[in-house]
């Protein structure tokens, strides 16, 4: 029987992604037991030379040991290699192994820094499940915690499964089963509750590394920020501090500690693309990993335009103001007849969710860093007016609401290019009659001598 083209050459890409798979497990099921045995050895030296401490709550004593979990507790071994048959083409097998890779090396790392032992003593146990338990203990010593390798390599195969095209009553035995795996380091006794957090962190750090769509924020950007990110970092160490100072529920603080300093590696290194924010929305490692600056981008966007919460109208359909909410932007849109669009500068912030009708467009940009001139390679004004201008075009008796966190610096610095750009007008003409529709408007000399390269280079080139 002759296959339909399109299927031969999905079958021909299965089994070349199917092939680099198995070569893939080749290395990464030896390497996972020789490093992950090494770093057990390495405890128990330390741990017999001045001993090794532990990190336990009271309240984790009444937690059950309930011996049937060991079968989720072991199946993650088995969903580890299932996990790269899920991968159609060669990209998708490569993605899989490094964040694999990644979760080993960056949890063997810890394991070596702060060994951490566990402390509850299980009974002896007997039958399938006791056999299953000896088998674990034969090659496990309790020297291997915080972070839970076993809760990140979970997080990784589980977004590897749960983001695979099947049914939705699939979708839920894979979200049941994996809850059941995470439960399952606690009821198995083999971590105490600090492994799990430290593990989540862990395996969504490695989707974020990376990402299913887009460059990994290991690609260093043209605009980098270096005093931005010193700032950011002594935020994270002040959290961290903090965190270990207070112990126990203080613990928490090393949450924006660490989302603290991915926002100063993002300053640093990573640029607006760190943030992995695509179509308004961000990946899902980095909506959790950054939860705590991005909260606190809002509750800031919000304290400053608390006075002035509504856009400013600059003319011919173009509005400027903060990035709104669902039923800000909802509002407005009614006012115009929903013939609207959002056009989005942050990086930092999720766009919301906009009414039927209305189109969303945008260039994620750092927060209070100018938007590049057009010389740059990532992201700058040249693209910023040209994607402006398309939403124009495409309809033009509509309303655009150009939108950064407080609508003053970024949108402005866009909206004095496409200005520029479409009405001959000067560069101080245009920031003019910014200033008069938004007084609040912020836009430095940087900006200023960026919109000026990019009105030298080719002002109608949109």
Known sequence: MNLPPHMVEDAHWFRKAFVRGILW?????????????????HGARMDAAHGVGSLVFDWEHSIPLWPWTIIPYWSID???????????????????????LSAQLICIACFFLWPLRFTFERPALE????????ALTSFDLPYNQAPSLHIALLVIIWWQFATFSTARAVRWVIHIWALLIALSVLTTWQHHF???????????????????????????????????????????????????????IGLLLCWPALSLALVAFNYAWAGAAGFQKEEGRHSLAAKWLFAPCILGAWINSRLWTRRYPNPSSVGDGIWLGRLPTAREFAAWAKQHEGKVALFDLTAELPAPNLPA????????????????APSRQEGNLLEAVQRLSA???????????????LGVSRSASVVAAWLCSTTNASVQDAVEKIRRARPQIMIGQNSIAYIEEFCSRDPHHV
């Open 357 to 372: 009708g209305a189109v969303y467009n945008g260039m994620p940009c750092l927060d209070l860093v100018p938007v590049p």
């Open 194 to 248: 600090i492994d799990i957090p430290t593990g989540l962190a862990a395996g969504l750090l490695c989707l974020w590394l990376w990402p299913s769509s887009g460059n990994t924020p290991l690609k260093r950007a043209e605009m980098c920020r270096p005093a931005l990110a010193l700032r950011y970092f002594l935020g994270a160490v002040l959290f961290l501090a903090a965190a270990i100072a207070l112990g126990g």
């Open 391 to 405: 939403l124009k075009r495409a309809n033009p008796d509509g309303e655009i609401w150009v939108a950064c966190a």
């Open 78 to 100: 088995l969903l580890y290699g299932f996990a790269f048959l899920c991968c159609r083409n060669k990209a998708a097998t490569n993605r899989l192994a490094f964040r694999l």
């Open 25 to 41: 497990l080749l290395f990464l099921a030896p390497f996972f037991f020789l490093t992950y045995g090494f770093a057990n050895q």
């Open 127 to 134: 039958g399938v499940f006791g056999t299953l338990f000896n």
